[in-house]
C-alpha cells in the first residue's frame, strides 16, 4: 500500500468518525445505494460505516475513500464563488 493510499484512509476514516463522510455524500446528493454501488459494497455496509458500526476496511475502504476523495473536490469546486 502507498503512502498516498494509506493517507487516503486515515482520513476517511476520520471523516467517517466526525460525520463529514456522512455529510459529503448528502451534499452530493448521493443515495446510500448508490455511494455503495460505487463502491462495490452493499449500502447496509456503507450505512454500518456511517453510523461508526464498523471501519471500512480493504480494498472497499479504499474505493471508499477514493469516492469520498473526488465528492469532496466536487464540492469544493463548486463552492468557489466570484
Known amino acids: 500500500m502507498s503512502s498516498?493510499?494509506?493517507f487516503r484512509l486515515s482520513r476517511m476514516r476520520a471523516d467517517v468518525l466526525s460525520?463529514?463522510?456522512?455529510?459529503?455524500r448528502l451534499n452530493a446528493r448521493l443515495s446510500l445505494s448508490e455511494l455503495a454501488g460505487l463502491c462495490g459494497v452493499d449500502p447496509s455496509t456503507v450505512w454500518r460505516w456511517e453510523q461508526g458500526i464498523r471501519v471500512p476496511r480493504g480494498e472497499a475502504a479504499l474505493r471508499y475513500a477514493r469516492a469520498l476523495d473526488v465528492l469532496a473536490q466536487a464540492q469544493a469546486r463548486t463552492d468557489v464563488r466570484p
Open 19 to 24: 460525520g463529514q463522510a456522512r455529510l459529503t
Open 4 to 6: 498516498t493510499e494509506i
